[in-house]
């Protein structure tokens, strides 16, 4: 694969923006669009107290544009969210429905209408992230490209770090005429250059090591392998000089200075290859894991029956929101899920130690969060002897907090979680101090 090198170092070091296009001048236009000073006038949500539990961690129920609006007012969240993660409707055209048959949310916004809701909300979002701030979101390929737009739009196209491609299912047997369609995506910005970044590292397998290092240094019986020792782009200093007699490349520099070069050679840690080609040897030894890369295969969502879920229809691999959480915030940090869902990224920001704000508006949504967090999740296969469509409407939250059966699944280690505090718009149709 090609390596670019500086414009500064061509021949069009010195041409005008006329002759190379700005990236800022790409802009997604369409009808309705709002001006960002509008939406940042929203209206704030008048938010009333459901059930105060804990004071680190607030779940709302509620639209999230006029609670996002309302937590722009708070000085204890404006400009101080860490990480945003929001896996928002994907602009279906459909109705989604929970494992037990229920109404979960509606994803009925398509075309410009939904481009200008997830906008809305975007721009209230980085209003709310720390400078030092990320924001994920988790889309399909309905929506993701003209999403990357608007987000380059609202963050700037050079807070643009990746689009994280998810294997998000097995292998599909398609019977139309296309591909499988086993990916989604996930766009990830930052507010600044400057953002909190715990790099993410996969352990080594024996398979995967002894393949990657495959060298075996017979004096010691230590795994390395070879990497080079020059980098593209010209050097005018003792980079771009002689070293042993040898000069980099065509078009490249040393790595190192000559004297760094000859106490590693000393060291044993340059390889010579018959012709004299010096390489590095980097040990498996000192490697810490294998850095995490854009393509993600292992974070598909319900696996098998074993799977432990809530049953809520878009509900995602946990561990790969653990690995987006620790990635990009650390403990005590703020972290921010304004489509909450099943709640298992507030579940897992609580795991590591992270203090949370969740808003959703679907009351399917909040039920299984509070199910959730006072019962844990059930191995998938339970759900396939769930009460009728019937009886589960017969069945009160109370209910499932009392009945044995219900929870004879569920993981015993589970500790009922309380450390959170219930606002609302309105209060939901359900009992929640029960059964809280």
């Not at 993701?144 to 294997?167: S, T």
């Not at 090591?209 to 019986?221: L, V």
């Not at 393509?295 to 653990?322: C, H, V």
């Amino acid at each position: 694969m090609a390596t670019s090198i500086p414009k500064t170092k061509t021949k069009w070091a010195n041409a005008t923006l006329s002759e190379i296009a700005d990236s800022n001048e790409v802009q997604l236009t369409y009808s309705g669009k709002k001006p960002e000073t509008a939406i940042l006038n929203s209206a704030p949500a008048s938010i009333q107290t459901l059930w105060s539990g804990g004071t680190n961690n607030r779940l709302y129920y509620g639209n999230n544009l006029p609670i996002l609006a309302h937590l722009l007012k708070d000085v204890n969240v404006s400009g101080k969210v860490r990480l945003i993660y929001i896996d928002p409707p994907y602009a279906t055209n459909g109705v989604f429905q929970s494992r037990a048959q229920q109404d979960a949310y509606q994803d009925l916004l398509t075309g410009a209408r939904y481009i200008e809701f997830l906008r809305q909300r975007l721009v209230l979002l980085r209003e709310l992230l720390a400078e030092d701030g990320s924001i994920y979101v988790h889309l399909d390929e309905n929506m993701a490209f003209h999403v990357k737009l608007i987000m380059d739009e609202v963050f700037g196209p050079k807070n643009y770090r990746n689009f994280i491609v998810r294997r998000k299912s097995s292998h599909k047997n398609y019977t139309r005429k296309t591909y499988g369609n086993i990916a989604d995506y996930i766009l990830f910005y930052t507010k600044s250059d400057n953002y909190v970044w715990n790099r993410p590292l996969e352990s080594w397998t024996k398979e995967r090591g002894d393949k990657e290092y495959s060298c075996i240094e017979p004096e010691t019986g230590r795994r390395y392998k070879k990497v080079p020792v020059h980098a593209p782009g010209v050097r005018n200093g003792a980079t771009g000089g002689l070293w042993k007699g040898k000069l980099p490349p065509p078009g490249k520099h040393w790595q190192y200075s000559p004297e760094q070069l000859d106490q590693m050679d000393a060291r044993g840690e340059i390889y010579w290859s018959a012709n004299g080609n010096p390489r590095r040897k980097i040990y498996l030894e000192n490697s810490q894991g294998i850095p995490m890369q854009d393509i993600w295969y292992e974070f598909r969502d319900s696996q098998n029956q074993n799977t432990k879920i809530t049953g809520y229809p878009t509900e995602k691999n946990a561990a790969m929101l653990n690995v987006l959480i620790e990635a990009s915030s650390s403990p005590g940090d703020l972290v921010l899920d304004c489509f909450a869902g099943s709640g298992t990224f507030l579940s897992e920001a609580s795991k590591l130690a992270r203090n949370w704000i969740g808003i959703d508006e679907s009351q399917e949504a909040l039920e299984t969060m509070l199910r959730r967090f006072a019962h844990g999740v059930a191995p998938m296969g339970d759900y396939v002897s769930q009460p009728s469509q019937k009886e589960y409407e017969q069945l009160h939250l109370l209910q499932l907090q009392e009945e044995e059966e219900v929870s004879t699944n569920i993981e015993p280690v589970h500790q009922p979680f309380t450390d959170f505090s219930l606002f609302g718009i309105q209060p939901p149709d359900l009992e929640i101090a029960k059964f809280l």
